[in-house]
C-alpha cells in the first residue's frame, strides 16, 4: 500500500480527471495535473479489461505500488496521477514494468 503522502483521494482525483493531461504507452494510459498540494501523489487503476484474473491485475497493482513508493523519478512537485492499466501490462515482467514507468514519467518531465 502507498504511504498515506502518496495516495490521491477521491476529491482530488475527481478534479484531476476534469483536467487531466494524457500519456500512453503500450501496457498504461497516465493522466495527469500538477496541483498545489506539495509531493507527487498516485491512483493505480486495473478493471477487468486489462485482465480477466484478479491475480494478474492484483500483482501489476503491487508491482506498480512498490515502484512509485522507492522511485519517484524526480517529478515535480504537485504532480498527481492515475496510472491506468491495459491488457497489454498484465504480460510485463517487473523490469519491464520499471523501464515503462520510467518512460513514462520521462515524457511527463519533457513536456
Given at each position: 500500500m502507498l504511504p498515506k503522502t502518496l495516495r490521491l483521494v477521491s476529491p482530488d482525483l475527481h478534479a484531476l480527471l476534469s483536467h487531466a493531461k494524457r500519456i500512453s504507452l503500450p501496457g498504461f494510459l497516465l493522466l495527469y495535473t500538477i496541483t498545489d498540494v506539495p509531493g507527487p501523489r498516485f491512483a493505480i487503476w486495473a478493471g477487468k479489461k486489462a485482465s480477466k484474473s484478479a491475480v494478474k491485475r492484483n500483482r501489476n497493482k503491487r508491482i506498480l505500488r512498490e515502484l512509485l513508493r522507492t522511485n519517484t523519478w524526480?517529478?515535480?512537485?504537485?504532480f498527481a496521477g492515475v496510472l491506468v492499466c491495459t491488457a497489454d501490462s498484465?504480460?510485463?515482467?517487473?523490469?519491464?514494468?520499471?523501464?515503462?514507468?520510467?518512460?513514462?514519467?520521462?515524457?511527463?518531465?519533457?513536456?
Open positions: 524526480n517529478l515535480p512537485k504537485g498484465s504480460f510485463l515482467s517487473k523490469n519491464a514494468l520499471k523501464t515503462t514507468l520510467a518512460t513514462l514519467f520521462s515524457r511527463v518531465l519533457h513536456q
